[in-house]
């Protein structure tokens, strides 16, 4: 091999390198060595992050996308290296986040052999990925790293996963760098071509709706369609509810915001879909969290329904008026054929909703999960990038941890991934350095991944890593409480760690909150340290629950909006 | 690649049943994606055939289903949604015509030969191959026909059949 020659890692490296990846989140391992080697030897603006296991760089991954738009790429070594980065896909899958996982594989002619740290990994990622690519030409390799950016970042956004046997890696590369992709099946550049009579359709179906409601998903801030929207709905004097990975495209600090809808959205979005004459649905897939039992649903309003995705057309809820494109571009349309509305009636009614269904807390008999959210949310006047993890402190979050843009909100929606919480907060802190990025979690998602601590202390990471620990896995007891007749089973985290001595394990300060009154002065106290990460450890009551509360598969108008006063039938729905 | 079957009654594709021809790129794992759509539904696949498209880097697939037909709207946008997928369309008998071959394997004696020759006549069908105590026997056509070829030759010892699956190809000009 002469010196100028390529390997095919290499090729890998510098593709991934010219596409503009800033990070690569990974792991190294036998199979993956010549593509760790590579990032020595290729010389690159990209920043390599060794962390302490493969869950952990995928979330970081993700975090980082969350808090860009933008893709950063995980490397992992076969076998168990890419089988750990599979809850990490299939949360970044449903919840439509970017993301190229580059895997190591043995070499092609042990492949099916059982050969030391083979796994299928191809076969096994299928369901959770976009897209993914077994290489078997060491000069595929850079046509093959374009069409996975390209799948993951166009259309629908989705992970996608390139599986390199180690001889095509370290195979002679003489294949060209800025190859054609070809990908003859994907078209997204159709997603930009809006229906006109779907257009048409639904201006018309707002000229004459007199209680219209805009329900606006992640789709508007993938699309970043964000001054669109605002447009839409000052336009229309109309209320404007988000799902929880919306939160932020649409100020929640707005007149118009309602907050978060669904099984813990707010009472007023939740009546707000059970009034209203019209729903403009742009950019959430109707997740079963948020429309309850489906044929309950809206059920005396007309929907439209904007998705940049055909096959969420009528998946779920069938709409009136379909529009299949992106968000912004669809919006924008829109925009062009309204006239300026004033609902003052309907904005008094869902004003009336606010004013009786206050989002609120006790500050008495301990510490309230929410009040330490609530404060958070004040001191960084709702600026911060927020990531949570996955339970009751997810939903409080939520509700009072207000987002005033996008790529602010960080939280597993679809998958409900516990531990995801704090290694997607390392992520967005890498993205944005300047940012204050706080983690919340509670005790049992912390402890899923804390062994990022690790990373978050090497870098010197301003995290605010935020644990509130009720030393339960709080959400299944709630359940458990409502609709079990209280009988907890395989929820209560006995033996949890001292959190503060464990960060100072890692060198990493604390502060300790058990009361009330001290909140905001130990948060102005955390918030205010930026040498590197510092853990907020706050022992919260043991059982306190979330509402409002829609039980799963109910009936949007069957929220309660405070602990029942008799037992409670078991949830149709899954969960 | 084609599929066989060793059950000697034809599944049923009437009614519930439905057939797709779905164009794809020839590329390793591409059957598993589409079979992956399928079985997370609840859809089973009665019969499927793939081959190479006349272009090779395309293949051809054309999978009879039966299941929800509510769900099969949903199906077809999952398919087509692939990114290995050039498109996948849902054809019926009025706009299309689908043919499936049968080999129907029987022990007919020497005496019996010419009966079971006569019923082989009859669905235009091939003796393919012959014993002194078995035959083997081609028939070519729609499912229905096949079926009503399995019946009458039922009047024998059938040893095994092996179906094709259905090829559909949309009639006219129109692309399938």
Known sequence: ?575 | MITTTDTPVAPNLGGSGHTLSIFVNNAPGVLMRICQVFSRRGFNIDSLVVSQGRDPSFSRMTIGITGDPAGLDQIIKQVNKLIDVIHCFEHTSNNSVTKEMILIKILCSTDDRSAALQITEHFSGKTVDLTPSSMVVMITGDSPKLDAAVIMFSQYEIIETVRTGKVVMARGEQPT
């Not at chain 1, 949360?91 to 083979?118: H, N, R, Y």
Request: a negative charge; charged letters at 20%.
């Open chain 1, 1 to 575: 091999m002469s010196k100028q020659q390529l390997d095919g890692a290499q090729a890998l490296i510098k593709t991934l390198d010219d596409l503009g990846i800033e990070y690569i989140f990974g792991y190294s391992g036998g199979a993956a060595i010549p593509i760790f080697d590579a990032l020595e030897t290729v010389k690159t603006k990209m920043k390599f992050i060794l962390v302490r296991h493969e869950q952990g760089a995928v979330h970081m991954a993700d975090g980082y996308a969350r808090a860009t738009g933008r893709p950063a790429a995980v490397l992992v070594t076969s076998g168990p290296g890419a089988g750990n980065t599979v809850t990490g896909l299939m949360t970044a899958m449903m919840d439509s986040v970017p993301m190229i996982v580059i895997c190591g594989q043995t070499v092609t002619w042990m492949l099916g052999k059982d050969a030391f740290q083979e796994a299928d990994i191809f076969g096994i990622t299928i369901p959770v990925v976009k897209h993914n690519w077994l290489v078997k030409d060491s000069n595929a390799l850079p046509r093959v790293a374009r069409e996975a950016y390209h799948v993951a970042t166009t259309g629908r956004p989705g992970p996608v996963l390139i599986d390199v046997p180690k001889d095509i890696s370290q195979g002679p590369f003489s294949g060209e760098m800025e190859p054609e992709i070809n990908l003859p099946g994907y078209n997204p550049e159709k997603d930009f071509d809006i229906c006109p009579e779907g257009v048409k359709a639904a201006a018309a179906l707002i000229a004459n709706a007199k209680r219209p409601v805009i329900l606006a998903g992640q789709g508007c801030m993938i699309a970043r369609a964000d001054k669109e929207l605002m447009h839409l709905a000052t336009t229309l004097d109309c209320p404007v509810t988000s799902t929880l990975l919306g939160k932020g495209v649409f100020p929640e600090n707005h007149p118009l915001s309602l907050g978060m809808l669904g099984m813990h959205g707010t009472a007023y979005a939740n009546k707000a879909m059970v009034e209203c004459d019209l729903l403009i649905n742009i950019g959430s897939r109707f997740d079963d969290r948020i429309i309850g039992q489906p044929s309950k649903f809206c059920k005396d309003a007309k929907i439209i329904h904007i998705d940049i995705d055909p096959a969420e057309a009528g998946k779920m809820i069938q709409p009136d008026v379909m529009i299949v494109g992106d968000a912004k571009a669809a919006i924008a349309e829109i925009n062009e054929k309204i006239a300026p509305a004033k609902h003052p009636e309907w904005n008094a009614k869902l004003d009336g909703y606010r004013k009786k269904f206050p989002l609120g807390y006790k500050k008495q008999g301990g510490l309230r999960m929410q009040q330490v959210i609530d404060e958070l949310y004040n001191l960084t006047n709702g600026e911060a990038i927020v990531s949570t993890d996955v339970g009751q402190h997810q939903m409080w979050a939520a509700q009072f941890y207000k987002n005033h843009e996008s790529f602010h909100w960080l939280s597993s929606g679809g998958a409900g991934t516990m531990g995801f919480g704090f290694p997607a907060a390392i992520g967005a802190q890498f993205a944005c350095p300047d940012k204050t990025v706080i983690s919340i979690s509670g005790d049992g998602g912390f402890q899923m991944t804390l062994f990022e601590l690790a990373t978050a202390a090497i870098h010197k990471l301003p995290v605010k890593i935020v644990v509130l620990n009720n030393h339960y896995l709080g959400m299944v007891r709630q359940w458990q409480e409502l609709f079990y007749e209280d009988r907890t089973s395989g929820v209560d985290l006995v033996g949890n760690p001292d959190f503060c001595k464990l960060a100072a394990a890692y060198g990493i300060p604390s502060v300790y909150i058990k009361r009330p009154a001290d909140v905001t002065k130990q948060l102005e106290k955390a918030l205010a340290y930026n040498d590197g990460p510092i853990l907020i450890h706050a022992e919260c009551v043991k059982t306190d629950n979330v509402f409002p509360m829609i039980p799963a598969g109910a009936a949007l108008e069957d929220m309660i909006t405070e602990a029942p006063k008799t037992k409670m039938a078991k949830p149709v729905g899954s969960t």
